[in-house]
């Protein structure tokens, strides 16, 4: 199928998907926000696919932001629909069930910035800036950076981050834990696709339920996350692979995971 303005393809096993506005810096308007909640949905239900590299068209953004020509126009129940939106495909990338990774070159700011914290392990180019500026035009993050940033970083500096407004660098992302590596922009997407074939060497049950015992764990309380993380453990305990990869460590060779 072809989107407006997304590139999706896969091959061997990777969904690659790339915001394709770049005269725009890849600002998010409603057709990209349209198009990768389909892309998603056909990676999340296409059992060949394993992991979804999430990048931006061109050198100089992953996405600069929200369309801020369509956000201009918005009345305060306008406003709250948008915000639910953005949030809830937002959730879908956080909850894919599959790991995504966001590649990020240049700009990601505001809902860019947001869209990269939603995805499950971010890789930057020395080239990127990352920011949330809502507050220099009169709005907060609107699609969950107030409380993803918070608890990737820290409060105190997601309030700095926030309220100053300033995008900081690759390296000082690195350094506050808001990105996993840095590295050249020519290497940014070879990066994000080891990344991703590391993970798939691995079973993928297991590689979902450890996301969702990281991802939803953190969501509870210390008591409540170790009893997921005990089921979902157990879970793991019934699988195919779970055999397969204790009897492949014990006959010292390497394990042949069905997925199943
Ligand atoms: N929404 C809509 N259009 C955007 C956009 C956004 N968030 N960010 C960039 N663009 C557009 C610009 O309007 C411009 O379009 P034009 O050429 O048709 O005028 C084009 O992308 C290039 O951007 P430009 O501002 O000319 O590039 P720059 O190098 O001077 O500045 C930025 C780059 C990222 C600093 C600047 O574009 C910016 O501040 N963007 C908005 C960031 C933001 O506030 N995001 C959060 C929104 S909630």
Known sequence: MNYETLLFSKHDGIAFISINR?????????????????CLEEARKDKGVRVVILSGEGERAFAAGA????????????????????????????NLGKPVIAAIRGYALGGGCELAMACTLRIASEDARLGQPEVKIGIIPGYGGSQRLARLVGKGRAMEIILAGEPITAHEAYRIGLVNHVVPAKDLLATAESLARQIMANAPLAVRFAMESVSHGMEMTQQEGLRLEASLFGLCCATEDMKEGTRAFLEKR???????
Request: hydrophobic residues 40%; glycine residues 6%; aromatic residues 6%.
């Open 22 to 38: 770049p005269s725009k810096l890849n600002a998010l308007n409603l057709t990209v926000f349209e198009e990768l909640e389909a």
């Open 67 to 94: 369309d801020i020509s369509e956000l201009a126009t918005l009345d305060a129940i306008q406003g709250k629909e948008a915000s639910h939106r953005g949030q809830e495909l937002f959730d879908l990338v956080e």
């Open 254 to 260: 390497s394990p042949k995971f069905s997925g199943k």
